[in-house]
C-alpha cells in the first residue's frame, strides 16, 4: 500500500531555513508526480510546490515562491522540500502527496513553527 513519511518539521528562527523530508514506498516512485502541501489552524490545506517525475518544478504557491525548492531523488524514493528565509506565516503542518489517477495519498505530517 501507499506510505508517505514526512520528517524534519521543527521550530525554526523568522529567517532560517529548514529541509523536509519525505520518504514514499508502496507505488512506482519515479512514475508519479510528487507534491507539498501545508495547512495551518483555521485554514484550508494549500498546495506549496509539485515535482515532475523526472525533477522538474511544476509551481510554486505565490506565497513561497522564491524561497522554497521542491526536489527528488528517484534512487532513494524521497522528495524534499527546501525552506529558506521563512516566515511566521509558513507555520503550518506540512504534508507530502501523490495523486495516482484514481485517489490521492497523505502522509501523517510533520508540523513546522517559525517563531522567535
Known amino acids: 500500500q501507499v506510505q508517505l513519511v514526512e520528517s524534519g518539521g521543527t521550530l525554526v528562527q523568522p529567517g532560517g531555513s529548514l529541509r523536509l523530508s519525505c520518504a514514499a514506498s508502496?507505488?512506482?516512485?519515479?512514475?508519479?508526480?510528487m507534491s507539498w502541501y501545508r495547512q495551518s489552524p483555521g485554514k484550508e490545506r494549500e498546495r506549496v510546490a509539485a515535482?515532475?517525475?523526472?525533477?522538474?518544478?511544476?509551481t510554486y504557491a505565490a506565497s513561497v515562491e522564491g524561497r522554497f525548492t521542491i526536489s527528488r531523488d528517484n534512487a532513494k524514493n524521497m522528495v524534499y522540500l527546501q525552506m529558506d528565509s521563512l516566515k511566521p506565516s509558513d507555520t503550518a503542518d506540512y504534508f507530502c502527496?501523490?495523486?495516482?489517477?484514481?485517489?490521492?495519498?497523505w502522509g501523517q505530517g510533520t508540523p513546522v513553527t517559525v517563531s522567535s
Open positions: 515535482i515532475t517525475t523526472d525533477g522538474l518544478p511544476i
Open positions: 502527496s501523490v495523486y495516482d489517477g484514481i485517489q490521492r495519498y
Open positions: 508502496g507505488f512506482s516512485f519515479a512514475g508519479r508526480a
